[in-house]
């Protein structure tokens, strides 16, 4: 079964859900075009680069989860509601603006 297929007759959950599988595809996309790149050896910043791909991807994860778990758009710091444009923006984020300069 496919991430994107809805679970629930939720529309809200549902666009969430499509927004987190475009910010997936955009990241693996990213990764193989720095895969076939080639990397040479010492190359710290192609690796830096790839480490926060696969950060944003295991983000990304955790968002799916929650929005099965019914916490997506709690932020994990303060446990209040994350604005609505911030999660548009930034869909798999786990914080509002306030509690991520904190983290």
Known sequence: MSRTEPRSAHPAADEVRQRLEHARTTRLAQLKALDETGQSPGDHLMSNQKDAINRVLREIDEAFARVEDGTYGI??????????????????????VGCQGRA
Do not use: A, F, N
Not at 75 to 96: A, D, F, M, N, W
């Open 75 to 96: 932020c994990l710091g303060c446990s209040k509601s994350v604005p609505p444009e911030r999660l548009e923006i930034l869909p798999h984020t786990r914080y509002c």
